[in-house]
């Protein structure tokens, strides 16, 4: 049996690591733009100079795992064609190409590895008292406008967007922008309407307000797109671009394509990489089933909680309730910061391994 993992992210190398124990002598190929298996839950330290977000895919992928370097152009009839032009024939197909940005021009995103990349030889750059506007106040701007400042104090950092920390309490919410405060991070509850750009990442932020803000790098930390990878090659697919998937995660019209991550359409699911491994646990299973003619146990999402970090020592966790709704309490400070550590460390041993990570859903 032919199998194909359509990226390399959380989703698609914890399926992939999986397979070769759940379906022994399936031939596994993964295809992926790039030669890494990047932690997005690290790229605000990889901006920073804090840590480091790569690992190669040679490390992270088990024996006998099979890897292309290209991108998936389209998705064929039981085949698959790269941007190369070259065909792959597959039995089963596990789709988990993740979530995109759509930046405004004259931003630098800093969801992708790409991006991440560009913002930190530009911060690398730039001199003491230099401005640092963060557009998105979900917890991807927050992290990295806190990182940032933690590493860089020398330096102007603005955090600009609306529904600041929305998926946690307000308690919690509170604890986190008197976080920033401590970092001297300047919280603006506005839109951006438009960039002036002046070139590497510097321009002008105008806001919906009025206000105009000169900026030596504007960071744009707003994720909620997905590649059109799935609708381009006639999947059944939301409005928002996601494959239409059953209780296996099967798409909807093709139960040869196993959907997982940020680009399979689950009622009651948010992008995270909480989402992305128990999603590719169930992906690997129901595939490794299907192999041998039958069918797992449904796919059910649960949560556990939202965890933000504020620098290397300091952080809020907002445990939740099974369908991410916010508990009432929250750990916070340097033991929410080595326990979100300790949570980032276990969700890449889960997807080097294939057997799921401790505290996260669908662990096994």
């Given at each position: 049996?032919?199998?194909?993992?359509?990226?390399?992210?959380?989703?698609?190398?914890?399926?992939?690591?999986?397979?070769?124990?759940?379906?022994?002598?399936?031939?596994?190929?993964?295809?992926?733009?790039?030669?890494?298996?990047?932690?997005?839950?690290?790229?605000?330290?990889?901006?920073?100079?804090?840590?480091?977000?790569?690992?190669?895919?040679?490390?992270?992928?088990?024996?006998?795992?099979?890897?292309?370097?290209?991108?998936?152009?389209?998705?064929?009839?039981?085949?698959?064609?790269?941007?190369?032009?070259?065909?792959?024939?597959?039995?089963?197909?596990?789709?988990?190409?993740?979530?995109?940005?759509?930046?405004?021009?004259?931003?630098?995103?800093?969801?992708?590895?790409?991006?991440?990349?560009?913002?930190?030889?530009?911060?690398?750059?730039?001199?003491?008292?230099?401005?640092?506007?963060?557009?998105?106040?979900?917890?991807?701007?927050?992290?990295?406008?806190?990182?940032?400042?933690?590493?860089?104090?020398?330096?102007?950092?603005?955090?600009?967007?609306?529904?600041?920390?929305?998926?946690?309490?307000?308690?919690?919410?509170?604890?986190?922008?008197?976080?920033?405060?401590?970092?001297?991070?300047?919280?603006?509850?506005?839109?951006?309407?438009?960039?002036?750009?002046?070139?590497?990442?510097?321009?002008?932020?105008?806001?919906?307000?009025?206000?105009?803000?000169?900026?030596?790098?504007?960071?744009?930390?707003?994720?909620?797109?997905?590649?059109?990878?799935?609708?381009?090659?006639?999947?059944?697919?939301?409005?928002?671009?996601?494959?239409?998937?059953?209780?296996?995660?099967?798409?909807?019209?093709?139960?040869?394509?196993?959907?997982?991550?940020?680009?399979?359409?689950?009622?009651?699911?948010?992008?995270?990489?909480?989402?992305?491994?128990?999603?590719?646990?169930?992906?690997?299973?129901?595939?490794?089933?299907?192999?041998?003619?039958?069918?797992?146990?449904?796919?059910?999402?649960?949560?556990?909680?939202?965890?933000?970090?504020?620098?290397?020592?300091?952080?809020?966790?907002?445990?939740?309730?099974?369908?991410?709704?916010?508990?009432?309490?929250?750990?916070?400070?340097?033991?929410?910061?080595?326990?979100?550590?300790?949570?980032?460390?276990?969700?890449?041993?889960?997807?080097?391994?294939?057997?799921?990570?401790?505290?996260?859903?669908g662990s096994k």
């Amino acid at each position: 049996m032919k199998v194909i993992v359509a990226g390399a992210g959380y989703a698609g190398t914890l399926a992939a690591n999986r397979l070769t124990k759940k379906a022994p002598g399936a031939e596994i190929t993964v295809v992926n733009p790039r030669p890494d298996f990047v932690e997005r839950v690290r790229l605000h330290q990889q901006i920073a100079g804090t840590g480091r977000a790569a690992t190669p895919l040679a490390e992270m992928l088990r024996d006998g795992i099979r890897t292309r370097q290209a991108t998936v152009e389209k998705i064929g009839d039981g085949c698959v064609v790269l941007d190369g032009g070259e065909t792959l024939d597959f039995d089963y197909l596990v789709l988990a190409v993740g979530s995109t940005l759509s930046p405004l021009p004259g931003t630098v995103p800093v969801g992708t590895w790409e991006g991440a990349e560009q913002a930190r030889a530009a911060l690398a750059g730039l001199p003491a008292d230099a401005a640092v506007t963060v557009v998105g106040a979900g917890p991807t701007g927050i992290e990295t406008a806190a990182e940032v400042a933690h590493a860089r104090p020398d330096l102007t950092v603005r955090l600009v967007g609306r529904d600041f920390a929305a998926s946690i309490s307000e308690k919690a919410r509170r604890r986190v922008r008197t976080g920033l405060e401590r970092l001297n991070v300047t919280v603006l509850d506005d839109v951006v309407t438009e960039v002036r750009d002046a070139g590497e990442g510097a321009g002008e932020v105008r806001l919906e307000s009025g206000e105009r803000l000169a900026s030596d790098l504007v960071l744009w930390a707003v994720i909620g797109g997905v590649p059109d990878l799935a609708a381009r090659s006639g999947l059944k697919v939301d409005e928002r671009g996601r494959a239409l998937v059953d209780e296996y995660l099967r798409s909807v019209g093709d139960p040869r394509i196993v959907v997982a991550g940020d680009c399979a359409a689950v009622p009651g699911s948010r992008m995270s990489c909480q989402t992305a491994e128990p999603q590719g646990a169930q992906a690997a299973d129901t595939v490794a089933w299907m192999i041998r003619g039958g069918l797992p146990k449904p796919y059910s999402v649960e949560y556990v909680a939202t965890c933000i970090s504020l620098g290397r020592r300091d952080g809020v966790i907002q445990p939740s309730h099974r369908d991410d709704s916010p508990r009432r309490r929250f750990l916070a400070g340097r033991a929410a910061a080595m326990t979100k550590e300790g949570i980032v460390r276990s969700a890449r041993f889960s997807a080097r391994t294939g057997i799921g990570a401790t505290g996260l859903p669908g662990s096994k």
